[in-house]
C-alpha cells in the first residue's frame, strides 16, 4: 500500500513541441522527477490527446506549423472539457509583446528558452499546486453546498410536520380560556395564558423557519415583476399595522425587475414591517421607498426613522437567528433579515445596510432590470 502510494506520478504532464529533440530534452527531465510525462508533436495531435484525456498541465511551444502555439491554448480554453487545464507557454520568443499575447490567450505562465532545469520545475510544481488547491476549494464548496441544502430540507420537514401538533396545542389552550374562563383560578388562567403566548411564539418561529427554507430549495425561472404591483400587495398584507401605527410611507414610482413575485413580495414585506416594528415609542414611523437605476440593475433603498443599528452588528443582521441588543425589547425571530438575504441573492443581487442609532437604518439591495 505504502509502496503504491509512493510511486504514484507527481502530475500527468504534456509536452508540445514540432521539435523531437525538446521532447526527450523535456521528457526525460520530467520523467526523472518522477512525472507521467505524455508528448505531442503537433497543435492537432495536442489537442486529441488533451479530449482523450486532459492532462494536469501543458508545456506548449508557440512557434509550430500548421497550428501554433497560440492557437492551440485558444481552442482548449475554449472547449468546457479542456478550459480547466493550465498551460505554461516554453519558447525562444522573448519578446514582450509575445508574453502578452501568451497570458491574453489564456497561458498561466511562460518561460524562455533556452531554460534552467530548476526553473522549470518550480513553475510546473506552482501551478500544480495552485490546481490542487482549486480542486480541493471545488470540493469543499460542493460539500459545503450538499450540506447547506441538506440542513434546510431537514428545517423544512421538521418545521412542516411540527405545526399540526403546535397548532393542536394553541388550539386546545385557547378552547380551556373560553370554556373555562369563569371558573379558573388566577394562576390557572395565568398559566394557559402564557402556554397560549409560547405556542403562538412557536408558530411564527416555525412559518419563518419555512419561509427562509423554501427561498432556493429549487431552481427558479426569474419573470419581468412590476414592483409597483409587489408594493401594492404588501401594503394591502400590512393594512391594519400600517392604520394602527399611523405610518407615513412615501415611495418612488417602482420598476419592474427580473424576479419571483412571492418572494419580491416576501422581502418588501420583511423590510417595511422591520421599518414599522424597530420605532421609539411614541414616534411614528417614517417609512421611504427610494429607487435608482443602476448599469442593468436597479438600486433600491427602505428608509426608517427607527432605532437604528450598532455599527458592530451591521453585517451580523443578515445571520438567522441574530437579534442585536437594540433590538431584544422588540418581537422577532431573528430570520425576517437572513430571509431578505437569501431572497436577493437568489435573485442574484446584494442587500447591505446602514443605519445610526436613534436616527434609523436604510436597507439597499440590488436586483436585475428586466
Not at 500500500?1 to 500527468?12: C, L, Q, T, V, W
Not at 510544481?125 to 464548496?141: G, K, T, V
Not at 460542493?142 to 420537514?157: C, G, I, K, T, W
Request: glycine share 6%; aromatic share 8%.
Amino acid at each position: 500500500m505504502n509502496s503504491n502510494f509512493a510511486d504514484k506520478p507527481r502530475g500527468d504532464i504534456l509536452i508540445v513541441d514540432d521539435t523531437p529533440d525538446n521532447l526527450r530534452v523535456l521528457s526525460a527531465m520530467l520523467t526523472n522527477q518522477g512525472f507521467e510525462v505524455r508528448k505531442a508533436l503537433s497543435g492537432q495531435r495536442a489537442i486529441a490527446s488533451v479530449q482523450a484525456d486532459p492532462p494536469d498541465l501543458i508545456l506548449l511551444d508557440i512557434k509550430m506549423p500548421e497550428m501554433n502555439g497560440y492557437e492551440v491554448c485558444q481552442y482548449l480554453k475554449a472547449d468546457p472539457s479542456t478550459c480547466e487545464v493550465p498551460i505554461i507557454f516554453i519558447s525562444a520568443l522573448d519578446d514582450a509583446l509575445d508574453k502578452v499575447r501568451a497570458f491574453a490567450v489564456g497561458g498561466v505562465d511562460y518561460v524562455t528558452k533556452p531554460f534552467q532545469e530548476i526553473e522549470v520545475l518550480a513553475r510546473i510544481e506552482h501551478q500544480l499546486r495552485i490546481q490542487r488547491l482549486q480542486h480541493q476549494l471545488i470540493e469543499q464548496n460542493e460539500e459545503l453546498a450538499r450540506s447547506n441544502r441538506e440542513l434546510e430540507q431537514f428545517a423544512y420537514v421538521v418545521s412542516h410536520d411540527l405545526q399540526q401538533p403546535l397548532q393542536s396545542v394553541t388550539g386546545f389552550v385557547k378552547l380551556l380560556l373560553l370554556k373555562y374562563e369563569n371558573t379558573l383560578d388566577e394562576f390557572a388562567f395565568d398559566y394557559l395564558n402564557r402556554i397560549h403566548d409560547a405556542g403562538s411564539r412557536m408558530q411564527r418561529l416555525i412559518q419563518d423557519l419555512l419561509a427562509y427554507s423554501r427561498v432556493g430549495r429549487q431552481n427558479q425561472e426569474l419573470q419581468p415583476v412590476d414592483c409597483n404591483l409587489v408594493l401594492k400587495q404588501v401594503l394591502d398584507n400590512l393594512q391594519i399595522t400600517i392604520a394602527e401605527k399611523q405610518v407615513n410611507l412615501t415611495y418612488d414610482p417602482l420598476p419592474t425587475v427580473m424576479g419571483n413575485e412571492t418572494q419580491l413580495i416576501q422581502l418588501f414585506q420583511n423590510l417595511i414591517s422591520n421599518a414599522v416594528k424597530f420605532v421609539c415609542p411614541d414616534t411614528i414611523p417614517q417609512v421611504k421607498i427610494l429607487v435608482r437605476p443602476q448599469e442593468q440593475q436597479w438600486l433600491f433603498g427602505v428608509q426608517d426613522n427607527g432605532i437604528g443599528i450598532e455599527p458592530q452588528n451591521l453585517e451580523r443582521v443578515f445571520e438567522i437567528f441574530q437579534r442585536t441588543h437594540s433590538a431584544k425589547n422588540y418581537p422577532g425571530t431573528g430570520i425576517g433579515l437572513a430571509t431578505c438575504k437569501k431572497i436577493v441573492e437568489s435573485h442574484g443581487g446584494q442587500i447591505w445596510v446602514e443605519s445610526q442609532l436613534e436616527l434609523g437604518t436604510t436597507f439597499h439591495f440590488l436586483l436585475t432590470a428586466a
